[in-house]
């Protein structure tokens, strides 16, 4: 096997260490770190560890051991170089002997911001930035939107028939989608930091909102208005005002992906002003053959096929019977489509 492959192979490996630590770290990063001996082994693989706990790269040189010396770190996101919680990364990295280090891509995140990669350089360390790159934006797509805009990524969930039915007349909804898709959306909620829905669904369903069926912790719960006072959803934070405020202020607490999950009247308020980073819609293969329906958004319809709202599709897949859409505004950039904030390069 060519080093190249070698390479691509240690961070397809970082991005599956990852993945398996995706809700467990916020607000940090999910990050996986590989560590390659001389001789091109993987001899340490890491992801990052609860608040508090040590990062990907101690936890895959911890488990490297002596194998370090000499060796080459794979590291989906760029080693901090600032005191938080943990010291930097980079001391570490310093520390343990490692000759290379190949990072995916560098964290926006102002305390670093390059200055990991810096750190490393003047140390005489090679340090290469941008292998697998566009996969790795993808991972840490809410990540690196936060820490950009200071606003948590926004993602919209919602359930339908294929005729676009959210709810009958009756109200009635449970259940539209099938087991699968109920499950798939409780990751979502694992993988959300908090979730919003309106006052008006508080009252008629009075859901928990808490993560079943999967593994995580429950989401900050914000009601839009007030919640009975034995609602379900206590203790939550109740919201009345500027949904670009209730983002920003989420975000400062740390916030990294919020989770929209209506009703229709909710969804349109953020639809309109434009918030939602992915819309993900589940579609059973069921109809209500006709138009009184609760839709997936409220409000009028567009008068005119140029009015109509476009975007673009991110992937569809099955979910047990149902399909999964996701889908993002057009003037979203998709994550295969960030450009590279560095070419392969020491």
């Avoid at 566009?134 to 359930?159: D, N």
């Avoid at 039915?165 to 990751?187: K, L, P, Y």
């Avoid at 006052?199 to 369903?205: E, K, N």
């Avoid at 293969?285 to 138009?291: H, M, Q, S, V």
Wanted: hydrophobic share 45%; with cysteine; aromatic share 4%.
């Amino acid at each position: 096997m060519s080093v190249d492959a070698i390479e691509r192979a240690a961070m397809a490996t970082a991005l599956d260490a990852a993945a398996l630590v995706r809700t467990t770290t916020s607000p940090n990063p999910w990050v996986g770190a590989v560590v390659l001996s001389t001789a091109g082994e993987q001899v340490g693989v890491g992801g990052t560890q609860p608040v508090g706990g040590a990062h990907a790269e101690v936890v895959a040189l911890r488990a490297a051991g002596e194998a370090a010396w000499g060796a080459t770190l794979v590291v989906t996101l760029e080693p901090c170089s600032h005191h938080g919680r943990t010291p930097p990364c980079v001391d570490a990295v310093l520390a343990a002997g490692v000759r290379r280090v190949i990072v995916a891509v560098e964290d926006p995140d102002p305390r670093v911001a390059g200055r990991g990669v810096a750190a490393l350089r003047a140390a005489g360390v090679d340090v290469e930035v941008g292998l697998l790159a566009a996969e790795v934006s993808a991972q840490l797509e809410p990540y690196l939107h936060q820490r950009r805009t200071g606003r948590p990524f926004v993602v919209c969930k919602l359930a339908a028939t294929i005729d676009g039915g959210t709810a009958a007349v009756d109200g009635s909804s449970q259940w539209i989608t099938c087991a699968e898709a109920r499950t798939d959306a409780h990751q979502l909620r694992a993988e959300s930091d908090a979730i919003v829905v309106g006052a008006g669904t508080v009252r008629s369903d009075d859901p928990s909102l808490t993560v079943r069926h999967v593994a995580g912790r429950d989401p900050l719960r914000v009601v839009l208005g007030s919640a009975p006072a034995t609602a379900k959803v206590h203790p939550c934070i109740e919201w009345s005002g500027d949904l670009e405020q209730l983002l920003v202020e989420l975000g400062e607490r740390g916030v990294v992906q919020v989770m929209v999950e209506g009703g229709s009247r909710v969804v349109r308020s953020f639809h309109d002003h434009d918030l939602i980073d992915r819309y993900v819609i589940y579609v059973a293969p069921a109809l209500f053959a006709g138009n009184d329906a609760v839709p997936l958004i409220a409000g009028p319809t567009a008068g005119s096929i140029d009015a109509l709202w476009r975007g673009r599709f991110d992937g569809v897949r099955r979910v047990g019977a149902d399909l999964r859409v996701d889908l993002i505004p057009s003037t979203r950039c998709s994550p295969n489509q960030h450009e590279h904030e560095h070419e392969h390069g020491g």
